[in-house]
């Protein structure tokens, strides 16, 4: 199934990658490595667009030579707390110089498709960042779609949301609310369980990173 302004990480690592995070025999303490690995490659495609521009430098040889840099824009990354947390040190061994914001989230309990934002921390200049917001999956999307809200109300105006697991149901409501957020996947999977957990997906992604129940 195709999905407009999605992409899925195919490459061969990722998808090894994936593939040991759904194992339920698989440990917290690798199930950390694996989801700083898939981050980091998923950062590479998330940044894709990223302009360049040319500029001289100096070799050791003496030589002068015209080379490529970044020109000019500025990241900033925003886990959704707490599953989007084993992201960012992933995504900040690509882009060290990135700056990091953060969101707590949790869905209200009368009524699931009610986000409640309890924390938010931004860069000050985040209306002058590129964000990316991080987040193990996009499972209903309601927490996605309020923290994308969050970020546009404090300036941002290229926003993407980067994750490992996505299904249709959130890919959806994510684009309903803002078609312009590109959303960047390690996989597409079938979608909800009447619990509203991502099938066949990973399971609870927070308890799994960091040994909780």
Excluded: W
């Amino acid at each position: 199934m195709d999905f407009e302004n999605v992409i899925v990480c195919d490459h061969p690592l990722v998808q090894h990658k994936v593939t040991l995070l759904r194992d339920k025999n698989t440990g917290s303490k690798e199930f950390r490595e694996l989801v700083h690995e898939v981050s980091m490659f998923m950062c590479y495609e998330a940044t894709r667009d990223l302009p360049l521009k040319e500029i001289r430098i100096e070799t050791p040889l003496g030589e002068l030579a015209s080379s490529k840099v970044i020109s000019g824009r500025k990241l900033a990354f925003v886990p959704i707390m707490r599953a989007g947390l084993g992201m960012v040190d992933g995504a900040l061994a690509l882009v060290p110089t990135a700056k990091v914001g953060h969101v707590g989230i949790y869905r209200d309990k009368h009524n699931g498709n009610i986000a409640i934002d309890y924390y938010r921390k931004f860069p000050f200049d985040i209306a002058n960042r590129d964000v990316i917001i991080l987040d193990l999956m996009l499972a209903t999307g309601v927490s996605a779609v309020k923290t994308v809200e969050l970020v546009k109300d404090a300036g941002a105006k290229t926003v993407k949301f980067m994750c490992v697991l996505a299904c249709p149901e959130g890919i959806k409501a994510l684009h309903d609310a803002y078609p312009d957020v590109e959303i960047i996947c390690g996989s597409v999977d079938e979608g909800l369980n009447e619990e509203l957990y991502i099938i066949p997906g990973i399971g609870d992604g927070g308890d799994r990173l960091f040994g909780t129940k």
